[in-house]
């Protein structure tokens, strides 16, 4: 799957009255959450991706780093707030890490993270991840990656320390989903992010057989799968008890 201008569009589907906040990794778009997000609308739910600042051109990445990441999520947000009372967030990789965040200041229903880093190694490994995993991935975006500017992984090395440390403060009902083959985020990081968590309601659930790009490989049918059902459970308790 090759990233085309169109790709790096956001989407919006209207599907009801919960909403689906997708959020794509960095040197991503919202094309890599494409089929999650019409798996999540076939189901009934609204979604929005947008597009995270500084990814619609990659020659302009330098130009932002997590502050302006975080600041796409929370005005595409609250743009979905207005339109689906009840919201999920869910991201992948640097989109997870995104969500915890956002879960931690605003009212949200639930995060599902897929992927999400949390204890990063040197920028310069980092790169080196992210070569490997866009040369043999789906997107096949090996020059983008090798183009994504030192600032924008050393702005990743910095805001995976930040989330690490507000971690505790989410109370959010989550799902972490982790591949075990992922090649450019260590496994373990998903346990140390269950670990840290607040929430009295969260799980860990392995994908086995499926690398970073799980959202767009083979075993993607059951991360969606495993997306919807988490739903589905928590937004029964959250309009059971009126609490996030």
Same mark, same amino acid.
């Given at each position: ?27 991503g778009s ?67 890490l995104i ?28 790169? +080196? ?54 090649? +450019? ?19 860990? +659930? ?11 490989? +083979? ?19 959250h309009r ?5």
């Amino acid at each position: 799957m090759e990233v085309s201008e169109r790709s790096r569009e956001p989407f919006y589907m209207h599907g009801g009255k919960t909403g689906r906040l997708l959020l794509h990794g960095i040197a991503g778009s919202p094309a890599e959450m494409e089929p999650f997000g019409k798996s999540l609308a076939a189901a009934g739910l609204t979604v929005w991706c947008p597009v995270l600042a500084g990814h619609r051109d990659p020659a302009h990445m330098c130009g932002a780093g997590w502050e302006e990441w975080l600041g796409t999520a929370r005005a595409a947000l609250g743009v979905l707030m207005r339109e689906a009372p009840e919201v999920f967030l869910v991201g992948f990789s640097l989109g997870g890490l995104i969500a915890f965040d956002l879960a931690v200041s605003e009212r949200v229903a639930g995060v599902v993270s897929v992927n999400s880093p949390l204890k990063l190694s040197s920028t310069q490994v980092l790169r +080196a991840h992210l070569v490997k995993v866009s040369g043999d991935g789906p997107r096949g975006d090996l020059e983008l990656a090798s183009r994504v500017p030192m600032s924008c992984l050393s702005s990743l090395y910095d805001y995976a320390a930040r989330v690490a440390g507000l971690l505790p403060q989410v109370s959010a009902p989550v799902l972490i989903l982790q591949a075990r083959q992922d090649e +450019a985020v260590d496994p373990k990081d998903a346990r140390a992010i269950y670990d840290s968590l607040g929430s009295k309601h969260k799980s860990l +659930a392995w994908v086995d057989d499926a690398g970073h790009l799980a959202v767009l490989g +083979a075993q993607r049918g059951v991360v969606f799968k495993a997306a919807r059902d988490f739903i589905e459970q928590a937004s029964k308790h959250h309009r059971g008890d009126g609490t996030a």
